[in-house]
């Protein structure tokens, strides 16, 4: 078992700030290729709403992401709350459903 004084207080919330920028990111790279997708493909309905969808759904995990890594830089981090996780998580979801909708 780790001894509890030895514990780097600083490290937990600079590891959590760190995957919600992975989470960023990949959800960019999402974004940007659903994008590429829907322009080079079939620009109908489905597609446009698809791409408006990814967007919405890019600009809030973006938002939700940037709010958690500025709480994280206080000297005693609050918890995420389950709204947050929540919003990230239907985020994430809904940037695999329109790539989904755009791939078909």
Request: glycine share 6%.
């Amino acid at each position: 078992m780790a001894d509890p004084v030895a514990r780097d207080p600083a490290a937990q919330p600079e590891r959590t700030g760190f995957a919600w920028r992975r989470s960023t990111l990949a959800g960019t790279v999402a974004a940007i290729l659903a994008v590429r997708l829907a322009l080079h493909g079939d620009t109908g309905p489905v597609a446009a709403v698809a791409l408006a969808l990814t967007a919405a759904a890019w600009l809030v995990l973006l938002t939700a992401a940037h709010r958690r890594i500025r709480a994280l830089d206080r000297a005693r981090p609050e918890a995420v709350s389950v709204r947050s996780v929540t919003l990230a998580a239907g985020c994430v979801v809904a940037l695999a459903a329109c790539g989904t909708l755009l791939v078909l």
